[in-house]
């Protein structure tokens, strides 16, 4: 009988490699507990940006979800948001959808009747697959083809397959590629620059916005700060792209190859001589200059006065967080708090920050949140002084805890400054 959760201290996990993780931290070797996807009822687009609100980023667009009805079920509560009520409809499939696809013949029917039914026709109708799909190999960009033709509406399909969450594309990569994929060639402007990654904006006071005017840039797109249809298509006159998130990298890849957009990647970080070389880089690869230093010199104050208040304390980080786990637990450590328990799931590109942080706290403790063991943790087995994210919390519910998980995207310095406000308020 199992009686304790599966850990494994950062140190054997540098010794083990990038190419021998445990199979326990391995999603597709195990039964899954998966417990912050339950924490925050995460079924694909349930809560927060899945596919199905990802897939309706495009201002003005409404979407199909053809699925069974257990499928299209939470999507009633997803309806239910603000600005989403009108926006969903569905196309159920019967038993025999499911085993013939008898189902596929109708959704250029079914597309057509949603547009006719709305008073303004929308600017794209989505169409969100389900793993049904996934199993029956369906094609899904013919289907869209002829849709299209019957409606008279661009139709693009979105991707719910968890069965491919594992793989080379998973889900949140496609629908990124497919909010992007209605831009046309448009002539550029050298002072525009669109932000990648993201569906909801960035924080209003995130440096990154100054830092690109004091560039010379003028125009800055986000899609989710796109009020119109319009706006939207004025993205295809970016000088050039910035990608914030790395799931953005195909969408990025396919504006290149067919808009003739550039591209460059910048890292959400939370160690600030970090954040300094990368704006660094980035001033010198577009061939700019600016002046980072009151916002450096904010967030490093910040967190100078909580260490001063709060002393060198005992801080576990989960994953249910806007921030890379390893990377915030080795930022904490450099700034002098100690991280005794990580709860994450680990990937090859995670060890950029593990094996510097096996170097300075190589006793911390990595737990998965996919283990079944996970049910057999005890939280008095951790003095933790504060949790930060939902699934930290989890786990020492008597704690003070920062979920760190709004929705407005934190960068940078500001990112750094925000959560050390945050931190004191949980502790004050």
Known sequence: MI?????????????????????????????????????AFNSPGATGFGVKRAGLAVPDSVMLLVAPGCCGRNTKLLSEIQGYEDRFFFLLMDES???????????????REVVDYLDVKPSVVMICATCVDALLGTDW????????????????????????REGRKPPMVLVRKAVYSLLEP????????????YFSPLTDDCELYDLLRQA?????????????????????????????????????????????????????L?????????YNAFAGSIGASFDDSVYRERAERTVSEFRDRFGSISITVGEM???????????LVKYGFRVPEIYSNVSREDYVYIRHLAEISPETRLFTNLSPTMLCYDCSR???????????????????????????????????????????????
């Open 97 to 111: 959808d499911i085993v013939n696809g008898d189902h596929l013949a109708r959704v250029p029917d079914a597309v």
């Open 141 to 164: 960009d013919r289907v869209c083809r002829k849709a299209e033709e019957i409606s008279g509406v661009p139709v693009r399909p979105c991707y719910m397959y968890a069965l491919t």
């Open 382 to 428: 951790s003095d933790a002084d504060l949790t930060i994210g939902k699934d930290a919390e989890y786990y020492h519910p008597d704690c003070p805890n920062v979920p760190w998980n709004e929705e407005k995207q934190p960068f940078g310095y500001s990112g750094v400054t925000k959560l050390f406000e945050k931190m004191t308020e949980a502790l004050a």
């Open 270 to 278: 939370y160690q600030t001589d970090k954040i300094a070389n990368q």
């Open 321 to 331: 967080l806007n921030a890379n786990a390893f990377e915030l637990s080795l930022a």
């Open 3 to 39: 009686r304790e959760p599966y850990s494994i201290s950062i140190r054997e996990l540098n010794e083990a490699g990038a190419d021998n993780i445990p199979q326990e931290l391995i999603p597709a070797t195990q039964l899954i507990y998966s417990s912050p996807a339950t924490l």
């Open 216 to 268: 010379g840039v003028r125009k800055i797109n986000e899609i989710s700060r796109c009020g119109d249809y319009e706006s939207y298509l004025g993205m295809s006159k970016a000088n050039f792209n910035i990608v914030l998130n790395h799931e953005a990298r195909t969408a990025a890849d396919d504006l290149a190859k067919r808009l003739n957009i550039p591209y460059l990647e910048l890292t959400r």
């Open 186 to 197: 448009a002539r550029r402007d050298p002072r525009t620059v669109n932000i990648l990654g």
